[in-house]
């Protein structure tokens, strides 16, 4: 997160001030806390960002995991059982982003 605030004060200095940053992605889908184990690394990355719920839902090519995965295979058991996934969003504050790590919460 810092070499991130280091960029984007660089490269983005002529366009306003960083107020913080956001970002899409099945990374941030609430739902994984039902299908990640609880010391997951994904799982502990959220505990450390804002995380809104979408209603954008992934098919079933689940194309962004490693064919025969464990992760794979649980969410393509999950989506078989008839359940949506959703992509998540996320957002940090940049006071939050400076101190990353800091703001923790529970899933």
């Known amino acids: 997160m810092t070499q991130a605030l280091d960029f984007y004060a660089t490269f983005l ?5 960083i107020r913080g940053f956001v970002c899409y992605s ?3 889908s609430a739902q994984n806390k ?4 609880p010391d997951s690394r994904i ?3 959220q505990r450390h960002v804002h995380l809104c719920p979408m209603c954008a839902e992934l098919d079933e090519s689940l194309t962004f995991l490693r064919p025969g995965s464990a992760l794979q295979r649980r969410l ?3 989506r078989a059982a008839g359940n949506a996934y959703h992509v998540g969003y ?3 504050p940049l006071d939050e982003a400076r101190e990353f790590g800091r703001f923790r919460h529970e899933l």
């Open 90 to 92: 996320m957002y940090v």
């Open 13 to 17: 200095k002529d366009y306003g001030e």
């Open 43 to 45: 799982l502990a990355l």
């Open 26 to 28: 099945w990374l941030y």
């Open 34 to 37: 039902c299908l990640l184990p």
């Open 76 to 78: 393509a058991d999950f």
